[in-house]
């Protein structure tokens, strides 16, 4: 999953945008997490990857942040 958000990540960042014949450029940060088996719902899901969204902004915006589920013994 993380090959795929660094690819998106990619080619949002190649693109320039014509805008009032200005040419602007813009970049996505992205967070990436995995299902584990202790979800029970898909809030936990969506928390991940929302905090993980959050540690890529403030490490400097512009990149892919994954986070592991914790697995409960």
């Keep these: 999953m993380i ?5 998106l990540r990619n080619a949002v ?20 997490t995995e299902l584990a088996p202790e979800d029970t719902q898909t809030k936990d899901l969506y928390q991940r990857a929302d905090r993980a969204l959050y540690q890529a902004k403030e490490q400097g915006r512009n990149r892919v ?9």
């Design 13 to 32: 960042a190649a693109l320039r945008i014509n805008f009032e014949g200005n040419f602007i450029s813009v970049t996505v940060s992205i967070g990436v």
């Design 65 to 73: 942040v994954q986070t592991v589920a914790q697995t409960i013994n």
């Design 3 to 7: 090959v795929l958000a660094e690819r």
